[in-house]
């Protein structure tokens, strides 16, 4: 069964540094999510994608953080500087078109850590 | 605000009981609620989706229910076992107006955890 990839799957950081994830949908998926969880809460829409073109990033703190899907497959999603408030897991999910009611599938996140 | 609650926060029982989780929301307007579970450590998976003609939906030992008027919705697992040991998570959806997708309000979620 087609999976969302995600690596790392764990990083560990010293704030001010740079961070980068990376996001492979299921083949043909035309829209892309990156979501961050903080434990014990719920995922928080942090930007989403149809194909390449940005279609909502309003919760995106555009200061330190930027995602890119260039060709509109894979993704990344950068953070410079990493603050410790940052430390949190960073989900991927993807569903064919985004259409309402469609299923979004999750991949298995990178925990990310800032020391 | 739109917002998703759920209760109880944690909840432990004894493998083979039954249990009921609950999620009230105040998103509107209101397109779909799904019901997701999360393993510690991994993404969410997907349970059930229901719209608003919708009052129950079962995904196996999973049944959700949903009342648009009062916007509640519940999820009944029967017989539970060692596996269901996770959180699950409430997901209310808006359409958003442009390119008819939808935004998605998450709740905390519901720790469960099952005891032999």
């Known amino acids: 069964e087609a999976e969302v990839a995600q690596s790392p799957r764990y990083k560990i950081t010293e704030k001010s540094q740079a961070v980068a994830f990376w996001c492979d949908p299921i083949?043909?998926?035309?829209?892309l999510y990156w979501y961050r969880q903080i434990l014990g809460q719920g995922p928080e829409l942090l930007v989403q994608?149809?194909?390449?073109?940005?279609?909502?990033d309003s919760q995106l703190p555009k200061d330190r953080f930027s995602a890119e899907r260039l060709k509109g497959v894979d993704s990344t999603l950068k953070i410079q500087p990493a603050e410790l408030g940052d430390s949190a897991m960073y989900l991927c999910?993807?569903?064919?078109?985004?259409?309402?009611?469609?299923?979004?599938?999750f991949g298995p996140g990178t925990r990310l850590l800032v020391l | 605000k739109n917002q998703v609650e759920q209760s109880p926060q944690s909840l432990i029982i004894l493998e083979g009981k039954n249990c009921t989780l609950q999620?009230?929301?105040?998103?509107?307007?209101?397109?779909?609620l799904r019901w997701y579970k999360q393993d510690t450590g991994r993404g969410p998976v997907s349970l059930t989706i229901?719209?608003?003609?919708?009052n129950t939906k079962s995904n196996g030992r999973y049944t959700a229910t949903l009342d648009a008027d009062t916007k509640q919705s519940s999820l009944h697992i029967t017989a539970s076992q060692l596996s269901d040991s996770a959180s699950y998570i409430c997901?209310?959806?808006?359409?958003?107006?442009?390119?008819?997708?939808?935004?998605?309000?998450f709740g905390t979620g519901t720790r469960l955890t099952i005891i032999p």
């Open positions: 229901m719209t608003f003609s919708e």
């Open positions: 994608f149809q194909d390449e073109s940005v279609v909502d």
């Open positions: 999910a993807s569903s064919f078109t985004g259409s309402v009611g469609e299923t979004q599938y």
């Open positions: 997901v209310v959806s808006a359409p958003m107006a442009n390119f008819g997708n939808e935004k998605l309000t």
């Open positions: 999620c009230n929301y105040t998103v509107s307007p209101f397109s779909n």
């Open positions: 083949s043909g998926h035309a829209t």
